[in-house]
């Protein structure tokens, strides 16, 4: 089954069985489900939370809770801004109400936009997904942005491979089998309301794979853009 395929079968699934939460409908989305704040608290008890001082988290609904928690922790949360525009919001326990700076409106008013070369060692990835085997392998909603993120952080050295990448999610959404590509990052630890699951040990992607990308992403994502004439001058012009 082609990766759009699974996207398509778990959101028919939520909202057919009632587990989808708001925003509804979730098709096009990372899906809230019932039961999330329950999955947060879970994660926040794993050692690997615990001792992160500063965590990036995805800006979707369902790790809303995550976001709180770990500021009410005082931890400090970084939040990507949409489509890889090249900073973040940075969230800091100190100055920012968790509760209010957790949501999608709290933390773009909130939170202190840094550039992504500005920012500190991350010590964990919190991701949203679609779907996801224990094995860890991963689909989000199709944009392949987190992806992007992920690869540009590992040249940065913001992230390595110890460094932790973390889920939330329904049951439902567990799945035998995910096709992979080599620039996939593989989820480490799966967070549900009732248990925590821990894939594998993987090699992460240690950097931006050019031959995927496709020139009209490029062109369309200034930032990317920016990135690869900086890092992979060569390499662009050879594409």
Known sequence: MDKQKIRETIWNKMEQMNIAAFPRPVYGRIPNFKGSERAAFLLS????FKKAS????????????VREIAL?????????TPRLRGDFFLLDPKKVNPREASSISGFTKLGERVDIFSLDKIDAVIV???????KG????KGEGYSELEYAMLRELEKVDDSTPVITTLHPIQI?????????????????????VIRAPPREKPKGIMIEYLEKEKI?????????????????????
Request: net charge neutral; no cysteine.
């Open 54 to 65: 500063l965590i990036k988290v995805n800006p979707d609904s369902p790790q809303r809770k």
């Open 137 to 140: 392998d991963r689909v989000g």
């Open 45 to 48: 008890n794993l050692e690997e």
């Open 175 to 195: 799945v035998q089998s995910i096709p992979s590509m080599p620039y996939d990052v593989p989820v480490n630890i799966l967070v549900t309301p009732e248990e």
């Open 72 to 80: 009410s922790m005082g931890k400090k949360v970084i939040v990507p």
């Open 219 to 239: 062109e369309k994502t200034p930032f990317l853009k920016e990135f690869l004439m900086k890092y992979h001058e060569k390499d662009l012009k050879e594409n």
């Open 128 to 134: 949203g997904s679609v779907a996801v085997t224990r």
